[in-house]
């Protein structure tokens, strides 16, 4: 359920650009603009809905989202599972139709491009998906799955790399050329992911829980190459995931999604020591916990519940139904994106009163690799 108020995040979004950008510093070059992004999935719901073709209503997996990523940076976003994060990425890249909005490259509206359109821009926008050995088809060899963007881009031959150098970019050898996907480990078919996703020399790429799944020293690997990859090659990350340790590693600025909107948009050092969102601060806060498995109970501790469904999300502050710090104002009333300067954006109608202590559990903002075990994961 929606409320006339949640139109008021759009109109301070857009009073927020004027003030220096959706979360980022007055005068930084944008090279991603996103406004307003809306995407809705239709909800057919029992046998009857489902033959008859009627809508139930609709999923609003992403409800009006505007922030802007800076060439050369990388923006972490994250948030609960099904808050929207993939769904976010997929439709700025064109991946899932939008409901609305806009979404700007260098100042080129992607939202509503044809798949023709979308050819030269895939060449600049790159993902790396969230199951890698899924998003790599199985039938076909490493070999030719690194040569493919060259084919469905029509790249000429002199502008290719060959399969030996992306493979050695990466880190893999020349043998790993002729094995299918499911003969890879899962370290190893991420590297190949990104060495596809990489092939085409992109500039922004949005990389998808990137560590997910990966034991603790694949994971490490993971990310120390994906920053050399980023110094190396100038290239700017949106970067997707539940855990807070590796965006503590790699990210400059933290975006917080929550039921398909933003709540906290801000640098990283000072979203990871003072976060001013209640709902940023829960995911903080969570206790380390070494075991993956109990963390996925541990947040719905700390938090109380399970995230709401974007199918009928709460009235006013969605998160007011889990917030320790709710009145009646969040319950009537959406807050909206407010901008504070400086790059720094927050939803919520309290947050100048609320004290929030320093987060109990921090993740570490280290210059080595963090140990994915270690921290909380959302
Ligand atoms: N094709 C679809 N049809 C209907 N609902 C969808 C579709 N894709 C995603 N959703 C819903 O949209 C919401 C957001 O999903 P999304 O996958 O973007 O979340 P996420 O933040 O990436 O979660 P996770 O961290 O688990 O990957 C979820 O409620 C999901 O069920
Ligand atoms: S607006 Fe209200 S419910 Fe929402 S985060 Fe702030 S205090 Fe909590
Ligand atoms: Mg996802």
């Known amino acids: 359920m929606s409320t006339a108020a949640d139109d008021t995040r759009t109109a301070t979004g857009e009073a927020g650009t004027a003030a220096g950008g959706a979360g980022t510093a007055a005068g930084d070059a944008q090279l991603l603009r996103v406004r307003d992004l809306q995407t809705y999935f239709s909800d057919r719901q029992g046998m009857i809905a489902r033959l008859t073709r009627r809508k139930t209503g609709e999923v609003r997996a992403v409800d009006g989202v505007s922030f802007d990523v800076v060439r050369g940076e990388t923006l972490g976003l994250v948030g609960e599972s099904g808050s929207g994060k993939s769904t976010l990425a997929r439709t700025v890249m064109g991946l899932v139709p939008a409901t609305g909005g806009s979404a700007l490259l260098d100042g080129r509206e992607l939202i509503g491009l044809r798949p023709r359109e979308w050819r030269p821009l895939r060449r600049r926008m790159q ?12 039938r076909f060899r490493v070999s030719f799955l690194l040569k493919e963007p060259y084919v469905i881009n029509n790249v000429p031959a002199e502008k290719q790399s060959s399969v030996d150098e992306l493979l050695t970019m990466v880190g893999l050898s020349s043998e790993q050329a002729d094995k299918y996907p499911h003969e890879l480990s899962g370290g190893q078919a991420r590297r190949v992911s990104i060495a596809r996703a990489l092939a085409l020399h ?102 109380g519940g399970e995230i709401p469904s974007p199918h009928d999300p709460p009235s006013g502050c969605r998160f007011h139904p889990r917030c320790a710090y709710a009145d009646q104002r969040c319950t009537d009333e959406a807050p909206p994106l407010e901008d504070l300067g400086d790059g720094e954006l927050v939803a919520c109608h309290h947050w100048r009163r609320i004290d929030l202590a320093p987060p109990s559990a921090q993740p570490a903002a280290a210059s080595a690799a963090p140990s994915p075990a270690v921290g909380p994961t959302v």
């Open 127 to 138: 993902m790396i998906f969230q199951d890698p050995v899924s998003s790599l088809s199985p």
């Open 202 to 303: 992109p500039e922004v790429l949005f990389a998808d829980e990137p560590t997910a799944g990966l034991d603790v020293s694949a994971a490490a690997s993971i990310l120390n190459l994906m920053r050399d990859l980023r110094d190396r090659l100038g290239l700017t990350y949106v970067l997707i995931t539940h855990d807070l340790n590796v965006v503590g590693y790699f990210a400059d600025r933290i975006a917080v999604m929550y039921v398909g909107q933003l709540v906290e948009i801000g640098l990283g050092d000072r979203i990871l020591a003072h976060p001013r969102h209640p709902y940023t601060h829960a995911l903080l806060s969570c206790a380390p916990v070494p075991d993956p498995h109990l963390n996925e109970g541990h947040l719905e501790n700390v938090l």
